[in-house]
């Protein structure tokens, strides 16, 4: 009995020999000692034994149970500490490599752009206002002037939500209207709202369905054409340079009267005829003008008593001029590297 018993473990110790995976090690495991295994199995012939060779072959079991467990062990421990090893070796971190760059985060040059417009206005007593981007046909439209059924409406391509009364806003002039609904009729108003507008355009170079607009309102007594004049030029000296001029010329919005459109002497040929200014030596930057009486009265302003001047700028045109971008998409294409060159360009 004791020389079977010895030939199993021998027979254990050629099987595992060279066996270099846990799992092939584990299956030869179960054929010894699992519950079917060669070994378990033997503890079965005990019972046709007397006492004494029963205590005997009790002895030897035993033995053989542990010496083929410990073999097993063995070898697993091994095999477990060389994985790891290899793993380790494979981990091995060399200091002597250039670290990995990482890229620091910058603003957007659109949001430099109208962080440095706000800044402006806020010195000049301006708050800066929000607005909802889902809006009502009420303030998008109609408090501005411009009813139901009105052609102005077709010029702007909106993309409505909700039957014919709520919209995503076409633009940020609803912020005047919600802004004099505040102020309540009593109080003056000086407010700018930077915002995204949107608009059912097919995205191009110079088209994108959502794009943002800087509103500007000033309600008070007594405004005249000449004060929007010199804010304007205020504005866009900062973002241009001192030595730019503006020109108004006599336009149509339904909400002010009367109407302009502002524009700049070109900052690239200093009038003497470019691209960018197609020969013309100016570029149109902005809308503008006297509020409407009729827009006065409904945001609760009383136009007999108050008056006041609005504009507003296409943000990402201006961007696109002051970095010389020739692609709007750009801004919303989400490639770090215009942002990245132009915000190097600009801090030169
Ligand atoms: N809301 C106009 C547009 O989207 C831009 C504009 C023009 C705003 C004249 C104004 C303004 O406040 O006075 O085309």
Redesign the pocket.
């Known amino acids: 009995m004791d020389e079977k018993m010895k030939k199993i473990l021998s027979e254990v110790k050629e099987k595992i020999k060279g066996v270099k995976d846990l799992n092939v090690l584990n299956e030869i495991k179960a054929t010894y000692l699992g519950k079917k295994g060669v070994i378990t199995e033997l503890a079965s012939q005990m019972k046709d034994l007397d006492v004494d060779a029963r205590k005997e072959f009790g002895k030897a079991l035993n033995d053989i149970k542990t010496g083929a467990s410990e073999l097993f062990d063995n070898l697993k421990n091994k095999l477990e500490t060389e994985a790891l090893n290899k793993k380790l070796e494979n981990e091995k971190i060399d200091i002597s490599l250039p670290a990995t760059k990482i890229e620091c985060g910058a603003p957007s040059i659109l949001e430099k752009l109208i962080e440095e417009i706000e800044e402006l206005m806020i010195s000049m007593g301006y708050d800066v206002v929000d607005g909802p981007e889902l809006e009502e046909d009420k303030y998008n439209f109609e408090m501005l002037n411009i009813p139901k059924g009105h052609p102005a409406r077709d010029a ?1 391509d909106t993309f409505y939500i909700e039957g014919e009364e709520i919209l995503l806003r ?4 609803p912020v ?1 209207v919600r802004t004099m609904l505040e102020g309540k009729g009593e109080k003056p108003i000086r407010v700018i709202c930077p915002g995204k ?1 949107y608009r059912r355009d097919d995205d191009d170079a110079t088209h994108s369905h959502q794009f943002m ?1 800087i ?3 000033l309600v008070d007594k007594d405004i005249s054409l000449s004060d929007l004049k010199g804010t304007i030029d205020v504005i866009v000296k900062k973002i241009f340079g001192e030595n730019i001029v503006t020109r108004f010329r006599p ?1 149509y ?1 339904q ?2 009267e009367p ?1 302009v459109e502002v524009d700049i002497s070109c900052f690239n040929c200093k009038q003497e005829g470019c691209n960018i200014c197609k020969h013309t030596g100016w570029i149109t930057v ?4 006297i ?1 409407h009486p009729n827009v006065l009265r409904m945001g609760g302003y009383d136009p007999k008593v108050w008056s006041g ?4 700028f296409g943000a990402e045109r201006l961007a696109m001029l002051k970095y010389n971008i020739n692609d709007v998409r750009v801004f919303y294409n989400n490639d770090l590297r215009g942002t990245h060159s132009f915000d190097r360009k600009d801090s030169e």
């Open positions: 702007q076409s633009q940020t002039s005047q507008t607009q509103e500007g309102l336009s919005y909400f002010t109407s902005a809308g503008a003008g509020v001047f609005a504009f507003g």
